[in-house]
């Protein structure tokens, strides 16, 4: 039997709409009704008058592709104030969410209000209509877009040096593989100096203690995971690819890349757990340098709810990581 975990009300009707959303689109032939998932997902629209003290703007990098990002700016914000850059790749699966989902708008509002930071949400193309290695090379284009400081929104104060990769689930994944990228470009200002991880979707063939002590618990099901793999990974491939299973048999080996410091928050009641915590031993043994937060009531996406006191004890790691590599 799966433990309980005690949530208010509005969480566990969120949840559990979530997860309906999800299963509830995707057909038999592993298509996903976009039609009937988007009458689910409530999306923001950027904003110049400020929220809460961040403003935001719609960047277009490439429309023949849809890829474009929401720039988060706090307010004021005085040319004289440096302050860090924070990539942002959403979760959803690969398949599900985008950059203005509500959800999302509002979290990196909250990252770039209270870190303070200049927070890029990327919207990348979504599997299944567009399969691997589509997002990677979606997030490192707009990487390079930043570097090449191609717009005039972009603030003056934004420090190029001082720049993090983060993101959630299918987006953790996301930031590993653009970081991957990263190591071997060089760019003319912009500096990739952190990746901070949000309960990363990593995976393989074998089954792992959390996917068979979890289940049933929201959002998440291994037939759901396995389902977003498939849309994901290409023809013919199973779980153990590079993209998944990104410290098994097929994975690239890191020790001699000067691979940026890693933060990873886990949940104890992810049923992804033991696939974060193989991804922390895999960077020890790599060399590098990484933090594990656990939080033992956390489960698969806790950051999205402000009420959950991990939520605010993430934002402050966060901070604290963020600050210490600025200072390296």
Known sequence: MSPELKLPWKIRVLQSTLSFAMNISRRSDGTVNRRLINLFGIKSSPSETPINGVKSFDITVDS???????????????????LPIIIYFHGGGFAFMAANSKTYDEFCQKLAREIPSIVVSVNYRLSPEHKYPCQYEDGFDVLKFID?????EFPQNANMKHCFLAGDSAGANLAHHVALKACDYKFLQLQVIGIISLQPFFGGE??????????GVLPLS?????????????????RDHAAANVFGSNSVDISGMKFPATIMFV????PLQNWQKKYYEWLKRSGKEVYLIEYPNAFHTFYWFPELPESSLMIKEVKEFMQKQSCN
Do not use: C, H, Q
């Open 267 to 270: 949940g104890g009641f992810d």
């Open 222 to 238: 291994v037939e759901l995971t396995d389902w977003m793999w498939k849309a994901f990974l290409p023809e013919g491939s199973d």
């Open 64 to 82: 023949s592709r849809n890829l474009w990002f929401r720039l988060y700016t706090p307010a004021p914000t005085t040319t004289e104030t440096s």
């Open 206 to 215: 074998e089954r792992t203690e959390s996917e068979i002590k979890l289940v």
């Open 148 to 152: 090449e400081a191609k717009f005039e």
